[in-house]
């Protein structure tokens, strides 16, 4: 049966150990928002050796590009956008310490494999419940490529953010299992 | 001739925009209701009671049911009757778009050059217009914003004559089956069949403007719709992909004439947030 686990960030590696597909987490604290282009410019930093503009070392991403904020409020909609697209990008960023990636839509056997080898998951978020998602954050601030607009880097302050997890630190994957699992033909 | 200013066209296209984004049709509340009834996957179970919890905080609070508020694609019918003036039509349209992204809070998604730059419009324009031009003295403005995650999931095969309806079926389905999680499942699939190359494509996101549970006035496409929509929800994909009995909340296909030698069949795939929003000048 499923667990729901209250974790805080920055994620320690037992953790992280705990979790299994399928189990329900509330993250809590600091996470930053990338989406395509600015994962191009974060693995470009990695590849010429410069600093990120966020420590990585257990960090989480979160693949979102969100609705502008109303007057009083942090932020705007601000569902999970399809991970596929940062596929390429995302082994380089694990290998450096990234821990977990939360968006919607299963990931490539290369990130599959580089989470495992570096004991991270990832995390699914409900694409589309993008109001709801709002209110668990915060504070939002960008904090780099601000000429990118929805798509900037943001860190995001979290309380109670609801994700599932879909790939764990063992190599499972709830994509592949769950639709297995319900496959009727 | 009726005569309407653009300005009341940019009116209208203000609100429809903002409306549509804020507000989902009861259609598919319901149909998402029904679905919490019918899972068995607790995960599936606790995925559509959030996106269902989503559609009431969107509505009261007045914010996006979805951060990606789209494309914004309209099907326009323009009576013959009526003369527009004060201005440039599509660019009324334009404004309406570009006026209720900024007032209403929702996100610019549009970039003006798709390949090299991408820099972002800043203000989700040019709008996609579908325009036709019908008998009478009325607008009729339908917009269905359109995010980019299920619009990806899309596609358009020039079939044989000799694939018949197998063909298609097959085609849906699998369509369906290689886009797992990413659409935002449970989606709504909208097929268009016959025109030409570009017609179909149309077609088919012009099936998608349906509510749930409309059938196809046509009774063999009708059983069709059935038949696709049980199949779909047998493959297992479930809400978000992470497994489940509803896949898909329903099927659309339209059709029309096409050349001797072509069947084309394009299926464009709507996310669970499947927006549409009319009204008439």
Do not use: W
């Amino acid at each position: 049966m499923a667990e729901v686990y209250k974790l805080n960030t920055p994620l320690a590696v037992e953790d992280l150990k705990k979790l299994k597909i399928g189990d329900k987490v509330l993250l809590t604290g600091i996470i930053y928002t990338a989406r395509d282009a600015a994962h191009k410019r974060l693995v470009q930093l990695v590849e010429e050796g410069k600093d990120l503009p966020f420590d990585i070392n257990g960090a989480v991403i979160y693949y979102v590009g969100p609705a502008p904020a109303k007057p009083g409020y942090a932020i705007g909609s601000a569902g999970p956008t399809t991970s596929y697209r940062m596929d390429p990008y995302t082994p380089a960023l694990l290998d450096i310490g990234l821990k977990a990636t939360i968006g919607k839509g299963n990931r490539s056997k290369e990130v599959l494999d580089s989470m495992v080898k570096n004991t991270a998951v990832y995390l699914a978020a409900v694409g589309g419940a993008a109001a709801l998602i709002a209110k668990t954050i915060k504070k939002a601030e960008i904090i780099a490529y601000e000429d990118l607009k929805s798509e900037a880097v943001r860190r995001l302050e979290v309380v109670d953010f609801p994700c599932i997890v879909a790939n764990d630190t063992f190599g499972s994957d709830l994509y592949e299992e769950g639709m297995k699992k319900y496959n009727e033909e | 001739m009726r005569e309407i200013d653009v300005s009341k066209i940019t009116e209208v296209v203000k609100k429809l925009v903002i409306d549509a984004n804020y507000y989902i049709g009861k259609d598919v509340s319901d149909a998402i209701k029904k679905a919490v009834s019918e899972e068995s996957s607790p995960t599936a179970k606790e995925i559509l009671n959030i996106i269902l919890d989503n559609h009431e905080i969107s509505e009261t609070e007045k914010m996006p049911i979805c951060q990606d508020t789209g494309v914004a694609v309209f099907f326009i019918e323009l009576g013959q009757e009526v003369h527009v003036t004060g201005g440039d039509f599509e660019e009324s349209i334009n404004e309406g778009v570009r006026q209720g992204y900024e007032e209403g809070y929702l996100r610019k998604s549009m970039v003006g050059d798709p390949v090299i730059e991408r820099k972002n419009t800043g203000d989700n324009t040019p709008a996609i217009i579908h325009l036709t031009i019908v008998p009478g003295d009325s607008i009729k403005i339908t917009v269905a914003p359109k995010g980019g995650g299920a619009e990806n999931m899309s596609e358009v095969q020039m079939m044989k004559a000799a694939d018949g309806i197998e063909g298609v079926k097959n085609f849906v389905i699998d369509r369906v089956r290689r886009s797992k999680g990413n659409p935002c499942p449970p989606v709504v699939v909208g097929v268009g069949i016959g025109g030409d190359f570009e017609k179909s494509a149309i077609l088919a996101k012009k099936s998608l403007l349906r509510d749930i549970g409309q059938r196809s006035t046509d009774p063999v496409m009708a059983k069709v719709e059935v038949e696709l929509l049980e199949r779909i929800n047998k493959l297992g994909i479930g809400p978000m992909g992470l497994g489940g009995k509803t896949t898909a909340l329903d099927v659309f296909i339209e059709y029309i004439p096409c050349h001797i030698a072509s069947m084309p069949v394009a299926v464009n795939i709507n996310c669970h947030a499947a927006r549409h929003k009319v009204i008439v000048i």
